[in-house]
């Protein structure tokens, strides 16, 4: 591969995290209040409720990443005491989807990212 077909790629790759972003923050907007709402006796969403609620889009953007890290791993932060397993259960996975999804897309094009650094130095 040439350094301009790496280079493509790497603007593919970058493309395609700005559109993931836009959509996190977009889900972020719109969604996380409505999620939170169902979330009532997690404690560990309510402080972080309580936290974030002053910073605007980004304390939104940062709730809405926690949320998702307790739906990616919820025995752990249930084994804690830090969330409510039956509520975060009962969520719609509408909303499960809606948070999950972005969140590991991100991660995977990352990885991409540094796949393709790699092969740049070491073949390219």
């Known amino acids: 591969m040439t350094s301009t077909q790496l280079g493509l790629f790497g603007g593919l790759i970058l493309a395609s995290m700005g559109a993931v972003l836009f959509t996190i923050i977009f889900i972020a907007h719109k969604y996380v209040e409505t999620i939170e709402g169902h979330l009532l006796n997690c404690s560990y969403i309510k402080d972080n409720k309580r936290v974030w609620s002053s910073a605007g889009l980004l304390g939104k953007v940062m709730?809405?990443?926690i949320i998702a890290m307790v739906?990616?791993?919820?025995?752990m932060?249930?084994?804690r005491?830090?969330?409510d397993a039956q509520e975060v259960n009962d969520l719609p996975n509408r909303y499960k989807?809606?948070?999950t999804v972005p969140?590991?897309?991100a991660c995977v094009l990352i990885v991409l990212l540094v796949?393709?650094?790699?092969i740049?130095?070491?073949i390219g």
């Open 97 to 99: 989807y809606f948070l």
């Open 120 to 122: 740049e130095k070491y």
């Open 63 to 65: 709730r809405g990443g």
């Open 81 to 83: 005491g830090l969330i």
């Open 115 to 118: 796949a393709l650094s790699v």
């Open 77 to 79: 932060h249930a084994k």
């Open 71 to 75: 739906l990616l791993m919820p025995t």
């Open 103 to 105: 969140l590991l897309t």
